[in-house]
């Protein structure tokens, strides 16, 4: 059985930047095991690619030279680096640089393309049952990533990544059919955008909240995790807010007619949020274990990262959000290591 000092499970934006930070605090790469099933950046590789993101250029660059070991000023002729600041960018712009980065960890740390199945302690270790052998490791980072929502329904689904991919749906024959989407999020905006450019018969929006749109400030963004941004935000100020376009309806959840607009649906897209990706089971323990909110302890070694488990944050006027995006798991870890190194099992 191999051991090591840390393992980092997951090999998506978060675990990405785990491994970076592990790097740059002194941790050597000998030490430090990586398992993931594909090495591929996790969902924002396989999944998410083709989504305008959130997410403005100069952020997602300063995440980029966060970390001393991403070594990022070695390849300045990535596409991002040519991209407007201010704005934001089709998600593969950063899955680019971060594919490359993951290429040159995969040379110094040891990797496991595999999944982890079970975790287990015992005498201040932790044993990682792969699906193919066991590793062992003082301490743990979990970076396994979450998957949409769903809910139940007798209507045939269109699953988010192909809503969210606008040449996965255009390969759909949605032409007089009347598709409806839950959710008035990002992901909802960007799935409504992408239906009506194309040729579906009709959209009709089932929503619970008013749209919510993120305001920056001095010294902060209200509704920074939460709000509308840069060009989703346009489109719903133009179209929810706004005018309609004639293909949209819009139904609150609550309405009386709400089932029946349902039924009127031929498919149906769920954009309602994000839950923990398969649970990793942890030994001896039948339910999930919480982790906690603020610093990402799940147990002694044992610690979550990433968009599985987010960082609970309040800004100055006491809204409670949770932290979700690339450049807050990096900073969060900025704050949380230095406990997890001294947090063993
Ligand atoms: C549509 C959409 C748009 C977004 N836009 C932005 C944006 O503009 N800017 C931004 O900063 N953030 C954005 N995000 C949020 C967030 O940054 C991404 O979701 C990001 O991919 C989350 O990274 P992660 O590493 O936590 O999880 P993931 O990317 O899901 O990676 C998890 C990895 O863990 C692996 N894994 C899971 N289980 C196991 C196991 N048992 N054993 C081994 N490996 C395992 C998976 O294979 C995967 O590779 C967006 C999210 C979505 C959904």
Not at 79 to 100: A, G, M, R, T
Not at 179 to 198: E, Q, R
Not at 236 to 249: C, S
Not at 274 to 295: A, G, M, Q, T, W
Request: glycine letters at 6%.
């Amino acid at each position: 059985m191999s051991q090591f000092a840390w393992c980092v499970v997951g090999a998506g934006p978060a675990g990405i930047s785990a491994i970076g930070k592990l790097l740059d605090a002194g941790i050597s790469a000998k030490q430090i095991a990586w398992v993931d099933p594909e090495f591929n950046v996790g969902d924002i590789g396989a999944k998410w690619y083709r989504v305008n993101g959130n997410t403005k250029v100069k952020t997602l660059k300063r995440f980029l030279s966060h970390c001393k070991s991403f070594q990022i000023e070695q390849v300045p002729d990535f596409s991002i680096y040519s991209l407007n600041d201010e704005k934001s960018c089709l998600l593969e712009h950063v899955v680019e640089p971060l594919y490359w980065i993951t290429q040159h960890f995969l040379k110094r740390v040891s990797s496991f393309k595999e999944k982890v199945c079970t975790l287990a302690n015992n005498n201040h270790h932790w044993y990682l049952e792969l699906e193919h052998q066991t590793l062992i490791a003082e301490q743990v980072i979990l970076a396994t990533g979450a998957t949409p929502k769903t809910l139940p329904t007798n209507k045939t689904t269109i699953p988010l990544e192909v809503a969210l991919h606008d040449e996965k749906l255009n390969q759909l024959d949605l032409s007089n059919q009347t598709v409806g989407v839950y959710g008035s999020s990002h992901s909802a905006i960007v799935a409504m955008k992408n239906l009506l450019n194309g040729k579906v018969k009709k959209v009709i929006n089932f929503y619970r909240q008013p749209t919510k749109y993120a305001v920056c400030l001095q010294d902060f963004i209200l509704f920074d995790n939460t709000g509308l941004k840069d060009y989703a935000a346009d489109w719903a100020r133009e179209h929810i807010d706004g005018k309609w376009p004639d293909r949209l309806e819009r139904v609150h959840c609550s309405s009386e007619e709400k089932d029946s607009k349902v039924e009127q649906c031929d498919f149906l897209i769920f954009t309602i949020g994000f839950e923990k990706r398969d649970e990793i089971k942890v030994s001896p323990y039948k339910h999930s274990l919480p982790y906690n909110e603020s610093n990402g302890i799940i147990a002694p070694g044992l610690f979550g990262l990433g968009i599985a488990y987010p960082c609970r944050v309040v800004d100055p006027l006491g809204n409670v959000e949770h932290d979700v995006g690339m450049n807050k798991f990096m900073c969060h870890l900025d704050h949380v290591l230095p406990i997890w190194l001294q947090y063993k099992a």
